[in-house]
Structure formats: C-alpha cells, structure tokens
Nanobody, 117 residues
Framework: QVQLVESGGGLVQAGGSLRLSCAASGSISRNVMGWYRQAPGLQRALVARITTSGSTNYVDAVKGRFTISRDNAKNTVLLHMNSLKPEDTGVYYC????????????WGQGTQVTVSS
C-alpha cells in the first residue's frame, strides 16, 4: 500500500505563496494525482489534478493561482499556490484521482494551510 506524506503548509498572509509537496512511498507514475482541500466544516474536495502525461485541471476558484506538477522519478507531486486568499484555508491532501479501492487507505495526515486576511 502506497503511503502519502504531505508537507509545506503554514500560516501566510493574504497574497502570499506556499509550495506544498507530496511524497509517495511507492510509484505513482501510472496514476492521475490530485490535491484535495478540506476547509473547516466542509468535506474534502479536489482542487487540482494532473495526468500521467502532465495535463492539468483546476477548480475555478484556484485557476490562475495554483499550479500542480509532478516528478515521477521522485514519486512526488507539488502544488504551488500564489495569491493566496483566506478562503484557501484548510488541510491539503494528495491522493490519486479518483480515490478508489485500496487508495482510500492511503490518505496521509495532510498539511495545514492558513491564510490570514
């Protein structure tokens, strides 16, 4: 079972930037990968995803501000977040997209992002 470990979160002022990193314990080169956010009081939801060939897709709320990338050789997925807004606050997780089967047991602890106004 591949384990996923997220890092890079923190407290930042509105307009600031953060870079999140997701390290997988095994190969993820054949998987579409996604970054998910769980905002306070809400369910976890996808914010960005990247295919095996590098094509990306974002929810409207983060388009133009977030960039997802991957390094298959290092089994890592990154999320560069710019022009952060208070509504970006939440715990960020990475996982495959969609999360099915045994990948449901791969959720990590996530990394907290807090954006102050």
């Amino acid at each position: 079972q591949v384990q996923l470990v997220e890092s890079g979160g923190g407290l930042v002022q509105a307009g600031g930037s953060l870079r999140l990193s997701c390290a997988a314990s095994g190969s993820i080169s054949r998987n579409v990968m996604g970054w998910y956010r769980q905002a306070p009081g809400l369910q976890r939801a996808l914010v960005a995803r990247i295919t095996t060939s590098g094509s990306t897709n974002y929810v409207d709320a983060v388009k133009g501000r977030f960039t997802i990338s991957r390094d298959n050789a290092k089994n890592t997925v990154l999320l560069h977040m710019n022009s952060l807004k208070p509504e970006d606050t939440g715990v960020y997780y990475c996982n495959v997209f969609p999360v099915v089967g045994i990948w449901a047991r791969s959720w990590g602890q996530g990394t907290q992002v807090t954006v102050s106004s």
